[in-house]
């Protein structure tokens, strides 16, 4: 007499549960694993690349006013300045977004943000960027009134003009996520003779510092 095998409903179940979690387990790994080659595709090119931040170089720098009135202590201003920006990578483009630049004298803000239009950088390529920056009533400290008399007394004058905004690197037709940028450029100014004069501005070139 042969014998006969049986298996029970419960024990069939258990199986194809067991079948079903190896299965799951498989997609889970081939995931994973397609996964974490992008990420290294994507951590080679990065390395071998290796971008360089873009250089910034202040051009021109022409304060058409600059006044301070009291007792309000508030101030009046109007800049125009040109900038040169510069990428310097041979392989990496980059897209500048959300761009605001603003002056500021002894640590204190004399003008409003102003936007500048988003633009894409090729390789090595090089861009003029101006802006127009306005003050109109913009609220200083007590101390700012003085140290613009002193510094006409000196004959000098030292400001900065900031730039802040996101970057993307572009690869091929990869492009990163935004990175975050600044750059802070300090302008030496001559009140020239007489010390009275409104109208100030300099086209010496300055190199900026850039922080990603």
Request: with cysteine.
């Given at each position: 007499?042969s014998q006969?095998l049986t298996?029970s409903p419960?024990?069939c179940a258990?199986?194809?549960?067991s079948?079903d979690h190896?299965h799951?387990k498989?997609l889970i790994?081939?995931?994973s694993?397609?996964?974490?080659s992008?990420l290294?595709l ?6 071998i690349?290796?971008?360089?931040k873009p ?10 006013q600059?006044?301070?009135s ?9 800049i125009q ?5 510069n990428?310097p ?5 980059i897209?500048?977004?959300n761009l ?6 002894k ?5 409003v ?5 988003p633009?894409?950088?090729e390789?090595?390529e090089?861009n003029f960027?101006s802006?127009d920056?306005v ?5 200083v ?7 613009v008399g002193?510094d006409k007394i000196?004959?000098?004058?030292v400001?900065?003009?900031?730039v802040?905004?996101?970057i993307r690197w572009?690869?091929?037709?990869w492009?990163?996520?935004?990175n ?9 100014i001559d009140?020239g ?6 109208s100030?501005?300099t ?5 900026c510092?850039?922080i990603v």
């Amino acid at each position: 007499m042969s014998q006969v095998l049986t298996k029970s409903p419960k024990h069939c179940a258990k199986k194809g549960l067991s079948i079903d979690h190896k299965h799951y387990k498989k997609l889970i790994y081939a995931f994973s694993t397609f996964f974490l080659s992008i990420l290294s595709l994507i951590f080679l090119v990065w390395v071998i690349l290796h971008p360089s931040k873009p250089h910034f170089s202040l051009k021109e720098v022409n304060i058409n006013q600059l006044n301070i009135s009291a007792p309000h202590n508030l101030v009046n201003s109007s800049i125009q300045l040109t900038l040169l920006s510069n990428n310097p990578n041979k392989k990496v483009g980059i897209y500048y977004e959300n761009l605001q630049v603003y002056a500021s004298y002894k640590g204190q803000q004399i003008s409003v943000d102003t936007s500048l239009p988003p633009f894409y950088q090729e390789h090595e390529e090089t861009n003029f960027l101006s802006a127009d920056l306005v003050g109109n009533g913009m609220p200083v400290g007590p101390s700012l009134g003085y140290e613009v008399g002193r510094d006409k007394i000196a004959g000098k004058l030292v400001m900065s003009l900031k730039v802040s905004g996101r970057i993307r690197w572009k690869v091929g037709t990869w492009v990163s996520g935004q990175n975050r940028f600044n750059v802070n450029c300090v302008a030496t100014i001559d009140f020239g003779s007489p010390v009275e004069s409104s109208s100030l501005s300099t086209k010496q070139g300055t190199q900026c510092s850039t922080i990603v």
